[in-house]
């Protein structure tokens, strides 16, 4: 069907709003048609249903591709205002992130996609916030007041598989003693969550595959077609392209599925995060534990900012977790898992550098640049903390006068207070420091 006229962008022929109304008029002559029998009707109404949810796809891709193109003509920004940029927008984040480039461009691309009900495929190492960024989508979407289904696809036994995604009638296997809903039904108007999609059998990805070609599922033990309307984002840690190569994924269900491809970069390549998730865990796990956050030492902190983290976001959770339950008020190194704590008689550099992968002959002089790096920014990030401190102490904890004073937004400032892990309210009851103007 030929819908916009080669050369001419933005001149339909046919314009998507024309196109629907007269397919909505099909749909209208086909439910009240008297010479078809009503099976007929049905038949032709999932067709034009089909059709519909087509051009609906289409719609949504083009505006979709056209911002993206008006965004890449824009004036650069710096990476600070990128993230300022997002969350003066209402994007709606549960949690912290910092001015990875490679993460700013994920977040953007999920902001435009979360409208649309197009596919969402989300890829990236073990830990690095998959689901996180799927509930972002969800949550940033039309269908936020709709259900959210988490399914993980790993977890399922292959004999399970369909009645666990599409549900089963009563009798239709051993132990099914009644009807019951599947992932997909449940997930009806809302959206659906398929985590570790790669670890899907070739048996579910054909069902699946059906499923995001005719909206339709049907229950085990049952020919009755089941109309869903459902949005689907998944994810994986592998490289899905390469086992579609292998013959282990099917190629067609690999481009259904990536119609928005969102990559996430390792907590490695997000070091100026690492603080941020410090604070908001800590006040996590302090909530969960029903106790003040915990404090770190300086030797424990400069090696929790230099460790590799192979386990990504989800390590560096479990870690502070951890130290909030084993510790009291203070954390040190020897709260740490056994097999990442360092040796107790080096020294804070030693430790870190001990928590670094081993650098080659001929990457020394790489890992020395890396390390001059990192004490330039050790040594900024502690000025800045030396200088929030001073002020809120002299303001007596007070954010909104110490913004006033630095002349500064009071969520950037916020912000900066979570990622030194400085808590206003400790500053509240300690009297000005003599010296200080008193105001």
Known sequence: MKILTPGLRGSPVISYAGLLEKIEILRS???????????????????????????????????????????????????????????????????????????????????????????????????????????????????????????????IPDNLLESELFGHRKGAFTGAVSDRKGKFESAHTGTIFLDEIGELPLSGQ??????????????????????????????????????????????????????????????????????LLFAFFGDEAAAALKRRPVRMTPRLREFLLRYPYPGNIRELRNIIYRISCLAGETADLQHLPADIRPDATQSAPANAAAALPAASDASAATAASISLSDAKRAASDEAERLFLERGLQQVGGTVAELARRCDMNRSHLQTLLKKHGIRSKDFRHRPPSRGDDGR
């Open 29 to 155: 002559t086909l439910r009240w048609a008297p010479t078809l029998a009503r099976p007929e009707i049905e038949k032709l109404l999932r067709q034009a249903n089909a059709v519909r949810d087509e051009v609906m796809q289409l719609s949504h891709k083009e505006r979709f591709v056209e911002a993206a193109a008006a965004e890449s003509v824009r004036v650069e920004r710096t990476p600070g205002a990128r993230r300022r940029a997002l969350l003066e927008r209402s994007f709606v984040f549960e949690g912290a992130f910092g001015d990875n480039p490679q993460l700013l461009e994920a977040l953007e691309i999920a902001e435009k996609a979360a409208p649309t009900d197009l596919p969402v495929l989300i890829d990236g190492e073990s830990g690095t916030g998959k689901e996180l960024m799927a509930k972002v989508i969800h949550a940033n979407g039309s269908r936020s007041d709709k259900p959210y289904i988490s399914v993980n696809c790993g977890a």
């Open 206 to 275: 054909v069902k699946l595959l059906r499923v995001l070609e005719s909206h339709e599922i049907q229950r085990v033990g049952s020919d009755e077609p089941i109309a869903v309307d459902t949005r689907i984002v998944a994810a994986t840690n592998r490289n899905l392209r390469r086992l579609s190569e292998e013959g282990r994924f099917r190629e067609d269900l690999f481009y259904r599925l990536g119609v928005i491809h969102v990559t996430l970069p390792p907590l490695r390549e997000r070091r100026d995060e690492i603080p």
